[in-house]
């Protein structure tokens, strides 16, 4: 685990969080993926970077979409809580420190940020989430999710290594 979830407080174990704020996390998730990518079409004009960040907008927006259809139909609302409050903070230090750089700084910055982001939520996902998920619909949904994120974590990956 990457980030700095980290906390002695067992209130604040991911493992413990309900589905609803599970589910708050990974709209959270997708939401901050979201703005990275348009902060890249914004400043980059490297074709590769530009076509994942238009991938990640894509999926990442229709994931979003199917979550608040199935929260809809379970007459369920998600649920804010320490992670995702934790992401959010992360994020916008990311993207203060990614929106200062420009050019070939900015594309390899933006990509390791993707591969390192998608490597965390990924492992978040897998590990903590989908085990600990109660309801069958929405682990369904999260199984299918983490299939895609996991795709756009090798595309990363191949990103990071061509811009070296
Ligand atoms: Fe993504």
């Known amino acids: ?16 969080l ?13 939401n901050i993926d979201i703005k990275y990518a348009h902060l890249a079409l914004a400043l980059s004009d490297n074709p590769d970077v530009r076509a994942f960040a238009q991938t990640m907008i894509r999926d990442h927006e229709a994931v979003n979409k199917a979550a608040l259809e199935l ?3 379970l007459g369920a609302q998600a649920q804010d809580n ?40 990924n492992e978040l996902v897998e590990h903590s989430f989908i085990p600990n998920i109660e309801n069958e619909e929405v682990r369904a949904l999260f199984k299918q999710g983490l299939e895609i994120f996991k ?14």
């Open 82 to 121: 320490f992670l995702s409050q934790t992401l959010n903070k992360n994020s916008e230090k990311i993207i203060t420190d990614l929106a200062a750089l420009r050019g070939a700084e900015f594309d390899r910055a933006y990509a390791a940020n993707e591969l390192a982001y998608h490597k965390a939520v």
């Open 1 to 16: 685990m990457n980030l700095d979830f980290a906390t002695s407080a067992k209130a604040e174990n991911p493992a413990e």
């Open 151 to 164: 795709v756009h974590e090798g595309h990363a990956e191949m990103m990071v290594k061509k811009l070296k």
């Open 18 to 30: 309900n589905d609803l704020e599970i589910a708050h996390v990974a709209y959270s998730a997708d």
């Open 71 to 73: 929260l809809d139909k």
